[in-house]
């Protein structure tokens, strides 16, 4: 006969540990913001230099 598995211990994610889920989602989400942040700050940098040689000229 099989061993009873507490409740506790059964993966909701059918085979995958929920932490591991959640350690993938957090940095998932570090990436997604570092995109943003990297992204902004070059589109501000190229607004700017657009800017600054409008005002030269």
């Given at each position: 006969?099989?061993?009873?598995?507490?409740?506790?211990?059964?993966?909701?994610?059918?085979?995958?540990?929920?932490?591991?889920?959640?350690?993938?989602?957090?940095?998932?989400?570090?990436?997604?913001?570092?995109?943003?942040?990297?992204r902004?700050?070059?589109?501000?940098?190229?607004?700017?230099?657009?800017?600054?040689?409008?005002?030269?000229?």
């Open positions: 006969m099989l061993p009873a598995i507490p409740p506790y211990a059964v993966p909701l994610f059918f085979g995958v540990d929920p932490v591991l889920v959640g350690i993938i989602a957090v940095l998932l989400l570090i990436v997604f913001a570092l995109f943003l942040f990297i902004k700050t070059l589109l501000s940098f190229s607004k700017g230099m657009r800017e600054g040689k409008r005002k030269r000229e």
